[in-house]
């Protein structure tokens, strides 16, 4: 049951104000930036640099806190469930992009080539066919539009890389779940090497995919602006990508964290919400497998 | 009294100077921040519906050009949704449950500051949209109204990436305040607060946290394409390479739709504590109702598309959405019914608060029939786009939840500040309001009818009559806001002091925590867990 | 109390003196116009019954609260009945109310679906028309007979006008009692092609095409505007549909294809054309199709549409100033001309830029010549 007695509320703290105005700072100088105007990128890096100074500053607060032991178990409680929360939302936000995904192929490009649900658009588009990847876009057939699209030369295969990404990012869910064994049976070596693996396993996905990407953009021919099949998979790849590397960056700081014994069997928060992150990525990107690369 | 914080030095006396509201970690502090924020976002969307209706107060381009008027148009809407209803909800939910669960403070405190901090950056975003549009160069302004529709929101010049972000920033700060909300009403029970001991207005912030956490990001993903669309070549919504606006409009709605009960629920928390204490009585069917509220939280996920009924969807779809959203009468109903039979055979009193509850209920349950005649689709096929929907949402907004923050203002003033507000002043506040609410957006049921579009600069003199009546209600219902801010700041300033529990009936059949506190209530609201009956 | 008395009659007296100064108003139209069309009659019907539906529940819920207003109040010395909620309608309401209101909920969809399910009917049509938005005109194209009609906001209609802003240059025009299908689709953003009485609306999407039909039965003009936000122009986009007998339709469609012919026969014979002559008509087409954006006087909106008055452009080298046209800018508001104005006209158009407000540069181009840039 919840136990006021023990519960923990911080001092005041110049944190939040400061990582606002560094959101602020971040996303102005992006705009800038995208928009061609010249200090944007200057702003930006400004930006970034902010909110690194706030992740050691905060977290690094945080981190003392606990080792002084100020919290007590309801605040550990109350840590968990924010984070599961916060999963949550990021589920619903990748479940968005699936969605879209299935949106295109099972409604929007059917219509267009004539059949599904508004079969007319076709005329528009006269000759369209609906082959999925989509290596033919309707621009193609539509002399007038004047369409800004070029279409992937080939579609990305199921075999090769995404596999080798598949098996490398499920066997670091395994490293990871066998640090968490060594965490429980309060054995320092296996946490730490089991974090090393799992930190290793992370970075060679990070390398894999920055060559794929780079393969499909001078070989292949597939670009963000290759139509909606570049589209779709640019962006799904795209931000799985962005949660693996936060998620590296994170393993690192509990790594570290752990060589410094930071953790004990039963306080050790961090730890096990980077690993339902981790877990988290990890579930994404069989979905993606699943649904970008093999269907 | 026990060690309640880890800190017992710092006890009860507050910080102090400007660092105690930058740097808050309290919640009253943080609630009070919001609610600041929140009235003066009430002025600057309603000083855009003021131009809005001086513009269309008749025939002929008077005062604003079209793009102008529709960035407006846009910035009033968000800023009114976003910048006013939200923030003032959740400065209400900062205040409030943790003193109604007996917790020393919200589960996540510096989050909290966070979520508060991130919405003046917001705001500030939003107000660059607007003014980027005046240097050369940056294309048209942001005139898409508040759904941003593609490719109209492509078009647009570099306002629209503004306001891109300020909407992602909102979207961070709404899932973080929900994020605390929902950790805090599950964590930070005292003990003996079981979840059907909780008042109404605790339950409608579990719902409604939990709506934003699912749709917020459903949102910022929609944006986020939008982004890449305008600026990195994809073609998510460009039928050329496959891609098809229309889908924008889906994920729009899902997190639109649901968005419309976050508004409405927090008010209708409120009215669960204001109907059951001016009535004497105890809540009417209170278990049903939290069912039902869970009820409509899932039934209000997937109705979105009565939005986009004109698309031409499936017919399959289109039936199975119009049916769900028909459906959607019965849990609200059953809402209104609790209320309603909470009345009968109650002891009841008319102070403001309970004014406007009963206003609440009848307008709110004619915005609701309103809404039903929307969802079904062959008659939304004419009135689509017109201000018959105008009408309807006014009717729901502005009852279903701004006219509950009122009521809830009005009801927590004393507890907030120590001093009761002047009750003739408020009762005057809400025959004005009220009465020039209904002169302003009665008519435009009509107008919409008769066939005039929304979003218009310009109209024909056929719809002048109405269109009239609407702009002088308009301004009286503006004006009548000066009031309520005299009211404010005046209960602020002084007044007659108010004990720890003004209302005779709070705390029948709740167990009415927040009233067995001095009012105002010390800076921290438990040091120890209360007593729960 | 007396003053919250005093408060109240006050508020009686406004509500009073708005609802007398009504008729004064003289108010035409409240509902939705007289239905001309099969299917906008039925559409009709149901919203008379949902509105009607609407209004009862709301008198049921009035009625309620006034009695309760009425009856238990405290300064009556009302004792409240702690045991009410209790009763059995207290522990019963929760299935008895949500029951009713899904019998209500019930016989409003099952009706929906009836007029649904004619809506979505895809019989065939004796005419189809394309219906295209751009910003900001409509293009209707007759798919049977290789008619095309661009329509514009008639502008000469002054703001104290019935039909200011509600008429057009081009009609649209259909037969009376034959089956017509629209086929809705747009060149740049969504617009909604929308006649209360005769057509209900679905919106024009680029690249994709949306089908609504209608069977009028009464002769008439009927007007509508585009409903749906498309930008600067969106309140000046009417539409206006006139409907006249078969026969008379078919004779309206000979006229306007002789007519179409001798245009076609001009715009490419290969008659050398005189500036002045490009310019009088140039004139008259930028008006119409070019200056709602870039305004009659060539001087644009700044920042959102470009000058063409002193514009690098209008007053450099020809064959990009032809190109701008043919082939639009993507990306932005500028759309392209090449399937919408034919060799003459572009050529008019084009002409009466580079020498109109000032822009002298005295050259002209023919429609030969743009013919060749196509
Ligand atoms: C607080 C906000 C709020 C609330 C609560 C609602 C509630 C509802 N809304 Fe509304 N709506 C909006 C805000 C809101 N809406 C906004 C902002 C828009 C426009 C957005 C835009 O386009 O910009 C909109 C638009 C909108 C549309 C789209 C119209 C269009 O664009 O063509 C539709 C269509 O179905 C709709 C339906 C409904 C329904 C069925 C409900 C239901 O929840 C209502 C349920 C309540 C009742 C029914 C009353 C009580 C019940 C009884 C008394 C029992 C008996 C009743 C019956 C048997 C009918 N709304
Ligand atoms: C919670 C949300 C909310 C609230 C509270 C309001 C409040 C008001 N709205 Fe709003 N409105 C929306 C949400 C809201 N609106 C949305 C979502 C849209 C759709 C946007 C879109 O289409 O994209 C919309 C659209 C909209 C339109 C449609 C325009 C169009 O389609 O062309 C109109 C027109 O009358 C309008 C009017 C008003 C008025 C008069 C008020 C009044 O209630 C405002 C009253 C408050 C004040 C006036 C402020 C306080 C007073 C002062 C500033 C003092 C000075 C006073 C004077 C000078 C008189 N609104
Ligand atoms: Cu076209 Cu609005
Ligand atoms: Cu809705």
Known sequence: MTNTESYFIPEPSRWPIISASSVFVLLFGFILMINDVSVGSMILTAGFLMIGYIFFGWFG????????????????????????????????????????????????????????????????????????????LPGDTNVVSGTTYTPPKEAMGAGGIPLWNTIILLSSGGTLTWAHWGLKKESKNQLVLGLMMTVALGLIFFGFQAYEYFHAYTAMDLKLTSGIYGSTFYMLTGFHGLHVTIGTIMLIVITIRSMKDHFTEENHFAFEAVAWYWHFVDVVWIGLYFFVYWL | ??????????????????????????????????????????????????????????????????????????????????????????????????????????????????????????????????????????????????????????????????????????????????????????????????????????????????????????????????????????????????????????????????????????????????????????????????????????????????????????????????????LISIPVGMMLMSFIFTMWRGAMTFETPMLFGIAIILMFSFAGVTGVMLAVVPADLQYHDSYFVVAHFHYALIPGSVFGLYAAVFYWLPKWTGNMYNETQGQIFFWWTTLSFNLTFFPQHFSGLAGMPRRIVDYSPQFADFNYLSSVGGMLFGLSHLLFLYIIIKTIKGGEKAPANPWEGSQIGTTGLEWTLPSPPPFHSFNTPPAIK | MSKLRQVFNRGLLLIASTLFSLPAFAVREYNLPEPASTITREIYDLHMLTAWVATAIMIIVTGIILYALINFRKSKGYQPDMEFNHTWFGRWSWALVPAIVLGIDFSIAGSATETLGNIESHDPADVTVKVTGSQWKWTYEYMDDDLKIVSNLNKDIPADNDLYLRDVDNRLVLPTNKRVRFLHTATDVLHAWWVPAIAYKKDSIPGYINETWTVIDKEGVYRGQCAENCGTGHAFMPIVVEAVSPAKYDEWMKGQKVAMAAAMAEASSDKIWDQAELMERGEKLYNTSCAACHMPTGAGIPGVFPALKGSPVALGDMSKHIDIILKGVAGTAMASWANQLNDLELAAIITYERNAWGNNTGDSTQPADIKAAR
């Not at chain 1, 924010?82 to 995904?101: N, P, Q």
């Not at chain 2, 589960?107 to 980027?132: D, E, Q």
């Open chain 1, 61 to 136: 607060a945080v981190i003392d806190e606990n080792l002084r032991g100020s919290y007590g178990p309801n605040v550990s409680t109350s840590f968990r469930q924010g984070m599961f929360w916060f999963i949550t939302s990021e589920v619903f936000f990748f479940l968005t992009f699936f969605a879209c995904l299935y949106y295109f192929r099972g409604i929007a490009i059917p219509s267009l080539s004539g059949e599904g649900h508004q079969p007319m658009s076709n005329i528009l588009w006269d000759g369209f066919q609906d082959v999925w990847p989509l290596v033919t």
């Open chain 2, 1 to 326: 009294m026990s060690e309640a914080t880890a800190h017992d030095d710092h006890h009860d006396h507050k910080p102090t100077g400007i660092g105690r509201w930058l740097f808050s970690t309290n919640h009253k502090d943080i609630g009070t921040m919001y609610l600041i924020f929140a009235l003066v976002m009430l002025f600057l969307g309603g000083a855009s519906a003021m131009v809005l209706r001086m513009e269309l107060f008749m025939p002929g381009i008077q005062i604003v050009d079209p793009d102008t008027y529709n960035n407006l148009l846009t910035n009033h809407a968000l800023i009114m949704v976003f910048g006013m209803v939200m923030p003032a909800g959740a400065g209400m939910a900062n205040w409030m449950i943790p003193m109604m669960i007996g917790a020393p403070d919200m589960a996540l405190p510096r989050l909290n500051n966070l979520s508060f901090w991130l919405l003046p950056m917001a705001g500030t975003m939003l107000i660059l949209s607007m003014v980027i549009s005046y240097f050369p160069g940056t294309g048209t302004p942001v005139n898409t109204g508040w759904t941003l529709y593609p490719p109209l929101s492509v078009q647009s010049g570099m306002g629209m990436d503004f306001l891109i972000f300020t909407v992602h920033i909102l979207g961070i700060s709404s899932i973080l305040a929900a994020i605390n909300i929902v950790t805090t009403i599950v964590n930070m029970r005292a003990p003996g607060m079981t979840w059907f001991k909780m008042p109404l207005f605790v339950w409608s912030w579990l719902f409604t946290g939990l709506l934003l956490i699912m749709i917020m990001p459903v949102l910022a993903g929609g944006v986020t394409m939008l982004l890449f669309d305008r600026h990195f070549g994809t073609s998510f919504f460009d039928a050329a390479g496959g891609g098809d606006p229309v889908l924008f409009q889906h994920l729009f709605w899902f997190f639109g739709h649901p968005e419309v009960y976050v508004l409405l629920l927090p008010s209708i928390g409120v009215l669960g504590l204001i109907i059951p204490t001016f009535s004497r009585k105890p809540l009417f069917a209170y278990k049903p109702l939290v069912w039902f509220m869970a009820a409509l939280t899932a039934l209000g996920m997937v109705v979105w598309a009565h939005h986009q009924y004109t698309v031409g969807m499936s017919l399959d779809a289109t039936t199975y959405f119009m049916i769900g959203t028909i």
